[in-house]
């Protein structure tokens, strides 16, 4: 991504963390509510392979520019994502190019010029606008647009677009797990990256496979 961006002169890069990052939140290998997972990794191991990995890569990341890490609750690791983001926060504490909020809330906002942008892991596509309308009330003003960023179900989509707000489903990155092989799912494993102008708002969309290493 960085390299097929490197001819722009970004202002800040938004970085999500969270959303599933891990496949278990604990010890037992469970999800945060305690649905049985399967993993090939002890959570230990994986914990230490996630700090590690997200660290390299904001070290990537911030000699482009400022970046802003956001954490985006999931329901697979939400205690391990707000340990990560807090990890994070605590690694960069005097490294004024890199902020990072680690508020456990649902649903993260950010104003970018005209563009207001929402980060979840889920939500009803019905309820999002008034919900939105209601906890970033002191950004409607200044926003033309809003653009609303899903997880959760590893399948790209645009859910909804209308008024000027755009709710989409993201891609995953993720690889396939037994209860993804058992239920038939084989999204097309891929990052979305998204390329906003502050007058313009939205002008490139960058999709990036993620391809398997033997």
């Not at 278990?24 to 997972?37: A, E, H, V």
């Not at 990072?100 to 942008?117: E, I, N």
């Not at 799912?185 to 502050?198: G, T």
Request: neutral net charge.
């Amino acid at each position: 991504i960085l390299t097929r961006t490197q001819h722009y002169n970004f202002e800040e890069i938004v970085f999500c963390v969270g959303g599933d990052m891990l496949n278990g939140d604990n010890l037992s290998g469970s999800t945060t509510k305690g649905t049985p997972q399967t993993s090939d990794v002890h959570y230990y191991d994986a914990y230490e392979r996630l700090c590690a990995m997200t660290i390299k890569a904001i070290d990537l990341l911030k000699e482009k520019c400022k970046v802003n890490v956001i954490y985006v609750m999931g329901n697979h690791d939400e205690l391990t994502g707000f340990k990560l983001a807090k990890y994070i926060d605590a690694w960069f504490r005097n490294d004024d190019r890199v902020s990072v909020d680690y508020q456990p809330m649902a649903r993260k906002y950010k104003l970018y010029g005209k563009t207001l942008f929402c980060f979840a892991h889920d939500g009803k596509v019905q309820k999002l606008p008034a919900i939105i309308a209601d906890e970033a009330r002191q950004y409607w003003s200044q926003a033309e647009t809003v653009e609303v960023f899903l997880q959760h179900l590893h399948t790209e989509q645009v859910l909804s677009e209308d008024n000027n707000i755009r709710i989409q489903r993201l891609p995953t990155i993720s690889g396939r797990s037994k209860w993804s092989a058992d239920k038939g799912y084989s999204s097309k494993r891929q990052c979305k990256s998204f390329v906003f102008d502050v007058e313009d708002g939205l002008t490139d969309v960058l999709y990036t496979p993620i391809r398997k290493v033997d």
